[in-house]
């Protein structure tokens, strides 16, 4: 029998493999936590995927008529401190005993459990979910309302970190969870600078709502629409209003608002709330600066204004962000 070493929670991210599995979803926890990252100056994760059997997993078949060779098995995953399950197989059908049994080993022994679309439903199976908030992909809601009713699901965010046990939406929003795992680890300096790695936003607003069949057309209005967003970026420590929004792109501000909505899933003014809590951490995190300085470098006219709209966002404090974040990395 092999023997494998249980690491302690943190820096080991396994990722599970199954039979048809799209790549993309595990390429996404690979991008993230396997690439190596030395300018970053941070002890990085070591990322190992795992296959759905004990200690030698075979080849397993995936999309497109390639095949994955995992380099461990369950046994492996059991002892990651950070495992990842980026879909199943079935979403009607429970994964294989040996696969929730590891799942559940894994978060018996403190493993942060952590799923991206579809993934969700071996968490459910694993009874990892009672108790707990969740997420899947939109599409699969009815089906996950079905077969897990007692279950507390949110269809419309783009992820949950409830506890020790996170869910992401579809394919996509695997990228925000893992870049939130990252900010979690690491502080919001190492997250964004991974997600300029990436050319993604570090934090998206909105939820996946807005992409339930409604494909949004490109166009010149939506480039004036980002022209004016990339100007508020550099102002927002600025009273920025809808008029002054809708003057840099050119539009009325019923139009403005109208193009805004579609392209953003999202109103101006909640935009510049998470754009200015978003730029917030930052100084939260670098500097010893007094919570009203940081509110009003970052546009807001009080700080207990400032500490409302965090506190919704972040569901923490300024001052508790920053002693948990403050000397992370």
């Not at 009874?127 to 897990?148: K, N, S």
């Not at 978003?278 to 204004?305: K, R």
Request: some cysteine.
């Amino acid at each position: 029998m092999v023997e494998v070493r249980i690491e302690p929670a943190g820096r080991t991210v396994a990722v599970l493999a199954f039979a048809g599995m799209s790549l993309f979803e595990t390429g996404i926890a690979t991008e993230v936590f396997g690439l190596p990252r030395p300018e970053l100056q941070v002890p990085w994760y070591r990322l190992t995927i795992c296959g759905p059997a004990d200690v030698a997993p075979a080849p397993i078949p995936v999309l497109g008529g390639a095949t994955l060779q995992p380099a461990a098995g369950l046994r492996a995953l059991a002892a990651a401190g950070t495992v990842i399950v980026p879909g199943v197989e079935d979403v009607h059908a429970d994964p294989a005993p040996e696969v929730l049994a590891a799942l559940r080993a894994a978060h018996a022994r403190g493993a942060r459990i952590v799923s991206i679309c579809s993934g969700a439903f071996a968490l459910a199976a694993a009874g990892l979910l009672d108790g707990r908030r969740a997420t899947t992909h939109w599409r699969y809601a009815e089906v996950f309302r079905a077969r897990f009713p007692h279950l507390d699901l949110d269809p419309d965010v783009l992820y949950i970190a409830d506890g020790d046990v996170w869910t992401s939406a579809g394919s996509a929003a695997g990228i925000d969870l893992c870049l939130h795992v990252v900010r979690t680890d690491h502080g919001a300096a190492i997250a964004n600078a991974v997600a300029r790695r990436l050319v993604v936003q570090p934090h998206r607003d909105g939820g996946q709502a807005q992409f339930i069949e409604a494909p949004m057309p490109a166009g010149a209005d939506d480039d004036r629409i980002a022209a004016s967003l990339a100007w508020a970026l550099t102002r927002l420590r600025e009273p920025l209003t809808l008029a002054e929004l809708a003057r840099q792109a050119h539009m009325a501000p019923r139009t403005y608002l109208r193009h805004f909505t579609r392209a953003t899933g999202t109103s101006p003014i909640r935009w510049l709330l998470r754009q200015r809590i978003q730029a917030s951490l930052s100084l939260l995190e670098t500097t010893d600066a007094p919570i009203e300085q940081v509110a009003a470098a970052v546009g807001f006219d009080a700080a207990v204004t400032f500490r409302h709209h965090f506190s919704n966002a972040m569901r923490t404090s300024p001052s508790a962000y920053r002693q948990a974040f403050r000397d992370r990395g």
